[in-house]
């Protein structure tokens, strides 16, 4: 008779090791305005989510490791995005950037990203804690992963083809989407309006 053994834990996923990385941005991608909760109440934001590779930390099939984080798309002193831009280049914005920076311009870019572990429900999860300039003098090579910029505003079946089925489920649950695609009913879709990020989430986040 046959055996039939369990496989090892966490035979089917690496996370990226902990500490401090170079890192090389190849995806920024729109995931619209999403539904969620913040102390109990129920709000709506727009969410991007940024992706990163470390080119120095290979999987067992030499492919590097990648990270990913999401975000509120917001402009506002009191937002994540901004205030990890602002650490990865090394200054902070002034007022006359906001609203003419293509975010696109991330692609490629290269950081120091510090990645910590978290132990959740017998896994181990890793996660962007910081993110930081490059040292003087240290250039990041060009992404091996293919880049992408994705935008519900300029929508590209193609592009959204490349995503996985688990973040197109997300971005199809989206008014921007559901406009996108000809099936939004009504007036304009609604704008995020998150606890603490006022109405900005149209602007341009500078880098």
């Not at 989510?49 to 990913?68: A, H, K, N, V």
């Not at 300039?133 to 592009?159: Q, V, W």
Request: hydrophobic content about 30%.
């Amino acid at each position: 008779m046959g055996t039939l053994t369990l496989p090892a834990k966490g035979a089917d996923f690496q996370p990226p090791p902990a500490g401090a990385h170079i890192a090389v941005c190849y995806r920024v991608i729109d995931l619209g305005t999403q539904e969620g909760s913040y102390k109990g109440k129920a709000n709506k934001k727009h969410l991007i989510l940024i992706s990163w590779e470390l080119p120095d930390e290979l999987m067992q099939d030499g492919r590097p490791f990648t990270i990913s984080k999401r975000y509120t798309l917001s402009s506002n002193k009191k937002s994540r995005l901004r205030g990890d831009l602002e650490s990865w280049r090394g200054r902070a914005f002034d007022d006359s950037e906001f609203g003419t920076f293509d975010i696109g311009k991330l692609i490629g870019a290269g950081c120091m990203l510090n990645v910590v572990h978290e132990d959740k429900d017998d896994s181990t999860y890793a996660n962007v804690a910081t993110i930081m300039r490059l040292p003087k003098g240290t250039k990041a090579p060009a992404p091996k992963n293919e880049t992408l910029c994705f935008s519900l505003e300029a929508f590209d079946e193609r592009d959204f083809d490349k995503l996985s089925d688990r973040i197109r489920e997300t971005i199809m649950k989206s008014p921007e989407y559901k406009k996108a695609v000809g099936e939004w009913v009504g007036d304009e879709p609604p704008t995020s309006n998150g606890h603490d990020y006022g109405n900005d989430l149209n602007d341009e986040i500078p880098f």
